[in-house]
Structure formats: C-alpha cells, structure tokens
C-alpha cells in the first residue's frame, strides 16, 4: 500500500487537472477570453479587469457589489488556472444534453425540433426558476428564433453542453 502523502497526489491528480476536462482547442480559447478580460495585462482578472470588459460590452455604471460577487466566486486571486477551474465547475453543473432535449421535447408534441419562441419565453417567465424580462433577451440575442418565431432547441442543447454550434 502506498503512504498517505502518494495516495492523496495521486487521488487528487485524477480529479484536480482542470485541464484534462477540456480539449486543447478550447483551452485556446479560454485563453483569448482571459487575455480580452485581464485588461491590465497583469495575469489576472480583478474587479477593475471585469468593470472594463463590461465598460467594453457597452454596459457602463456596473455597481461595486456585483463586481465584488463576481470576484468573490473565485477562491483566491484570478489567473488563468482558477479561472479555467471556474468555468470547468460552471459547466459541471450543466444537465446533459439528453437531459436537456427531453425537457424541451415534452414541448414539441410533432417532434420537429423547434418550438414557438414566444411559448418558450411565455414558460421560462412564468414556471420554477423564473427568468427576467433581460435574461429572456439575451437568450433570443445568442439564439435567436428564425423568421416565423421557432426556437431550434437540439442546436441550443447542443450549445449549452459543448458551448460551440454544430456545423
């Protein structure tokens, strides 16, 4: 049996590379969005960073307290480790895609992939969970329905579990 000290590195290396969860293409990726966010160049994001990228979005006046809760996700300072081992337990967290697509099926009584963006936003505003008036918005901006008012929800699951679209 080995020490202690060897189980416990060798128990932790399994569960703790975070960059073992993702494949090296989005790493890079990852590694973009870092950079455009550490806008001060210091290899790590602190509230000042976060108040700029917004400042760059086109949302200006972000109040102190929401930048300090989004600083105080992290267990320590930002730099590019953390902040790739917070993105990896966000998506942890997410159902899977199967998941996902039988909660949308139960919409789509004709099975053709889509449903009507307008009962979608009717449903995620009015049961559990329920979104804001915004974040309904910013959903329909990053998937927008097409032009008779359909949500394709199998390329939404897609994205919401691999976070690219299908080609």
Known sequence: MAPRRARKRAEGA??????????QSQIQEFKEA?????QNRDGFIDKEDLRDTFAALGRINVKNEELDAM????????NFTVFLT???EKLK????EET??????????????????????EKLMTQADRFS???????????????????DYRNL????THGEEKD
């Not at 967290?93 to 899977?96: H, L």
């Not at 927008?144 to 949500?151: C, F, I, R």
């Not at 699951?157 to 919401?160: A, H, L, P």
């Open 34 to 38: 870092f950079t455009i966010m550490d």
């Open 14 to 23: 399994a569960s703790s590379n975070v960059f073992s969860m993702f494949d």
């Open 157 to 160: 699951c897609y994205v919401i």
């Open 86 to 88: 917070m993105f990896g």
């Open 71 to 78: 600083v105080k996700e992290a267990p320590g300072p930002i």
């Open 100 to 121: 996902i697509l039988h909660a949308f099926k139960v919409f789509d009584t004709e099975g053709k992939g889509f449903v009507k963006a307008d009962f979608i936003k």
């Open 93 to 96: 967290g997410t159902d899977p």
């Open 133 to 151: 008036e915004e974040e309904v918005k910013q959903m329909f901006a990053a998937f927008p329905p097409d032009v008779s008012g359909n949500l």
